[in-house]
């Protein structure tokens, strides 16, 4: 968390500061929203729909705050294939280990192309 503060320039103390999170509606630190959707980019410049895609875009909707020690699970979709320009769109997911929706949205990337052999 604290690196990512960092890298981003987000130091709310939401995010950093236990005894402050504790006064807040939230009751403890909460994840920054773009660290979620930073999991997501992850995943689709590495693993999925292959290594060296490229991420174009990302329209995400935050639902409920990602709490510290939460464990969360990201589902991506290929809703549409725009194969004349090499690019998908996906719909993107993410829940909490209480099945609950954190995040939703989608995403265009450029997939990597398979060369020769």
């Known amino acids: 968390m604290e690196l990512f503060a960092r890298a981003s320039g987000d130091t709310n103390p939401l995010h950093l500061d236990e005894e402050f999170a504790r006064g807040t509606r939230f009751g403890q630190r909460v ?3 773009m660290l979620t959707g930073g999991i997501i980019g992850g995943i689709l410049g590495t693993e999925f729909p292959g290594f060296g895609t490229i991420y174009l875009s990302q329209d995400i909707k935050f639902m409920r705050p990602v709490f510290i020690d939460d464990i969360l699970t990201i589902k991506l979709e290929i809703i549409e294939a725009i194969k004349d320009k090499n690019r998908l769109v996906l ?19 450029m997939p990597p192309v398979q060369g020769p052999g």
């Open 31 to 33: 994840a920054h929203g």
């Open 91 to 109: 719909s993107t997911e993410v829940t909490n280990q209480r099945g609950e929706k954190v995040a939703t949205g989608t995403a265009m990337v």
